[in-house]
């Protein structure tokens, strides 16, 4: 190995290890309190933002409102079944990526709500005869709505994700 060589090498080995302590020392040098409140309002604005997907998502999957936007008349119960679960799915879909900014409770009722509602629609259709239409299928999922208090597990959810978000105001 040349004198050429070894400089150069010494030199990049050095300019190597002075990028690294720069972005050491930058990584570990406290934000100015500035910057920080901006950080923690944008935080908050994201968070709530969150918040009000996730109650437009618990509202949009409460099996009344589904019932009621996705009444399909002429469809067979398994038909019917099949649209309300997609739908419930797809919608969940959209909004996955909420739960990286709200606490795990509220995430955990979203989740809760979207299986049971999934549970219930695909319990009653199986119980339905073969020949049962969609709106026999709607009219039972109603039904249970009305007379089950797990039927409105949907209030519940908007509750606790209503109290969290009026913890961040």
């Given amino acids: ?3 050429n060589s ?3 090498l010494i030199v990049s080995f050095g300019a190597g290890c002075a990028v690294i302590y720069f972005f050491m020392v930058k990584k570990n040098t406290p934000e100015t309190p500035q910057k920080q409140a901006v950080l923690h ?3 908050g604005q994201y968070q709530l933002q969150a918040y009000e ?3 437009l998502l618990a509202n949009r999957i409460a099996l009344p409102n589904l019932i009621s936007r996705e009444n399909v008349t002429g469809t067979t119960a398994r038909e019917m079944q099949f649209i309300l679960t997609q739908h419930i799915k797809e919608e969940f879909s959209h909004n996955i990526t909420q739960q990286i900014y709200v606490s795990d409770a ?3 009722a979203v989740k809760n709500l979207k299986e049971q509602n999934m ?9 339905l005869p073969a020949e049962a239409s969609g709106m026999d299928l709607n009219k039972i999922l109603l039904e249970y709505v009305m007379n089950d208090k797990m039927g409105l597990m949907h209030d519940t959810v908007c509750e606790v994700l209503s109290f969290e978000a009026k913890k961040i105001l």
């Fill in 106 to 108: 509220a995430w955990q």
């Fill in 6 to 8: 070894l400089i150069l």
């Fill in 53 to 55: 997907r996730l109650l």
């Fill in 41 to 43: 309002a944008n935080s």
């Fill in 1 to 3: 190995m040349d004198t």
């Fill in 119 to 127: 549970l219930i629609i695909n319990q009653t259709a199986n119980a």
